[in-house]
T-cell receptor, first 121, second 116 residues
Framework: GAVVSQHPSRVICKSGTSVKIECRSLDFQATTMFWYRQFPKQSLMLMATSNEGSKATYEQGVEKDKFLINHASLTLSTLTVTSAHPEDSSFYIC?????????????????FGEGSWLTVV | GENVEQHPSTLSVQEGDSAVIKCTYSDSASNYFPWYKQELGKRPQLIIDIRSNVGEKKDQRIAVTLNKTAKHFSLHITETQPEDSAVYFCAAPRGGSGGSNYKLTFGKGTLLTVNP
């Protein structure tokens, strides 16, 4: 399948600091990327939609000033968790949409990055 | 918005048996339904998807069926193997699948355990 790469895979930061997570589409251009958050043993919750060249759109209840998203190119979106607190500790996963069909999938397929484990101490 | 319900939350089968996971959705405009497999601590992997212009799709041991009238779709895994053990998520897009509506709403997941 299409490759989406996310970095770092694990990060530990101190309370009050900021941490940046990168999401790259390696073999296709992604005009739209998505950022999800997943707590242990729970489902994926969409945080925001990252649109290349424009502002991200955030889901209800997600603070845009806390979770800064930048989608400066067709292959890179970044999520910055600002002034991190222990309750921000979670698994953050990005995904990107592949617009063209790629066998055996039907097109407009969403592929996920490896995910980033954030621990705020 | 889209509401996706997934059942069961846990499923335990013997190796070689079949496993079926079911999902319902609320938005009748939805026309794309992917299934993801997630192993512990790893990314969700797309395993199969289906569009609403077909009722069934199969890829080796995995199949997905769709009933648009009833607004439900199911994942079928035959001849299960221990390596099939994982959490499986169904998903559906909000407001169909065109335009900016590629935002997926996920079911709560099914923990499948295949016992050797």
């Amino acid at each position: 399948g299409a490759v989406v790469s996310q970095h770092p895979s694990r990060v530990i930061c101190k309370s009050g600091t900021s941490v940046k997570i990168e999401c790259r589409s390696l073999d296709f251009q992604a005009t739209t990327m998505f950022w999800y958050r997943q707590f242990p043993k729970q489902s994926l919750m969409l945080m925001a939609t990252s649109n290349e060249g424009s502002k991200a759109t955030y889901e209800q209840g997600v603070e845009k000033d806390k979770f800064l998203i930048n989608h400066a190119s067709l292959t890179l979106s970044t999520l910055t968790v600002t002034s991190a607190h222990p309750e921000d500790s979670s698994f953050y996963i990005c995904s990107a949409r592949l617009p063209q069909p790629r066998f055996p999938y039907s097109g407009n397929t969403i592929y996920f990055g490896e995910g980033s484990w954030l621990t705020v101490v | 918005g889209e509401n996706v319900e997934q059942h069961p939350s846990t499923l335990s089968v013997q190796e070689g048996d079949s496993a079926v996971i079911k999902c319902t959705y609320s938005d009748s405009a939805s026309n794309y339904f992917p299934w993801y497999k997630q192993e512990l601590g790893k990314r969700p992997q797309l395993i199969i998807d289906i569009r609403s212009n077909v009722g069934e799709k199969k890829d080796q041991r995995i199949a997905v069926t769709l009933n648009k009238t009833a607004k439900h779709f199911s994942l079928h895994i035959t001849e299960t193997q221990p390596e099939d053990s994982a959490v499986y998520f169904c998903a559906a897009p909000r407001g169909g699948s065109g335009g900016s509506n590629y935002k997926l709403t996920f079911g709560k997941g099914t923990l499948l355990t295949v016992n050797p």
